[in-house]
C-alpha cells in the first residue's frame, strides 16, 4: 500500500451504511510500519471550540475526525507562526503542539481560523486492516496538492471522487440519502 501523510483517503459508496465514514474524506497525518492515523475534513459538528475550551476568545469550527479518542482534540495548522512540538505532516501542513502557545497565538489574531482545523477524535487503523478496506473498495487514495484549509467541505467529498475519473459519477451526483432520489 503505497499512502503517506498528507494524503486523502475518500470513502466510496462501499461505505454507505458506516454512520462514521459515509462520504468522508481523511487527511493522513502519519503512517508507520503497523498503523495509518488521519483526519475527517469535512464532519463540521455543532459546536465551536470556543464552548469547548473556555480559554478561546473566538469561535472557530470544529470537526469530527473520527471514532478514536472521539473525547480528545486535536488540530492541524498551516501557519507562519511555529508551535513548539508541533509535528510537519506536508508541506506547510503541521499537527498538534504546545497547546498553550496555540490558545495564546489565536488570542492575539496571530492565527485566524483559516489557518487552522480543529478535530474531536481520529481516524486510524492497523495497516493490515486499512489494506483490507481498500483491496474492498471502500477507499480512494488521493494524492493532496490543495491547501485543506481552501476546501469546499461540502463538495469536497464529491470533487475528490471527480478527480479519480468517472467510476462513481452516478454517485457523486446522488442525494446523501438515495431513498430520497
Given amino acids: ?4 501523510p498528507g494524503d486523502l483517503l475518500i470513502s466510496t459508496p462501499n461505505v ?3 454512520v462514521n465514514f459515509h462520504r468522508s474524506v481523511i487527511i493522513i497525518t502519519e503512517c508507520t510500519e503497523n498503523s495509518v ?3 475527517m475534513l469535512n464532519k463540521r459538528i455543532k459546536y465551536l471550540l470556543n464552548e469547548i475550551v473556555n480559554d478561546i476568545k473566538f469561535s472557530f469550527p470544529v470537526y469530527y475526525g473520527g471514532p478514536v479518542e472521539s473525547n480528545n482534540l486535536f488540530y492541524l495548522f498551516n501557519s507562519k507562526v511555529k508551535i513548539g512540538g508541533s509535528e510537519i505532516i506536508s508541506k506547510n501542513l503541521f499537527c498538534g503542539g504546545n497547546f498553550k502557545e496555540l490558545i495564546n497565538n489565536i488570542n492575539e489574531n496571530k492565527i485566524d481560523s483559516k489557518e487552522i482545523k480543529f478535530f474531536l477524535g481520529y481516524s486510524g487503523w492497523s495497516i493490515n486492516q486499512l489494506e483490507n478496506e ?5 477507499w480512494e487514495i488521493v494524492s493532496n496538492n490543495d491547501d485543506i484549509f481552501s476546501f469546499d467541505e461540502k463538495n469536497i467529498w464529491r470533487n475528490s471522487l471527480k478527480s479519480i475519473g468517472n467510476k462513481y459519477l452516478l454517485w457523486i451526483n446522488s442525494p446523501e440519502n438515495p431513498i430520497n432520489n
Fill in 1 to 4: 500500500m503505497i499512502i503517506k
Fill in 16 to 18: 454507505m451504511g458506516d
Fill in 37 to 39: 492515523m488521519g483526519f
Fill in 134 to 138: 481498500i483491496d474492498e473498495k471502500s
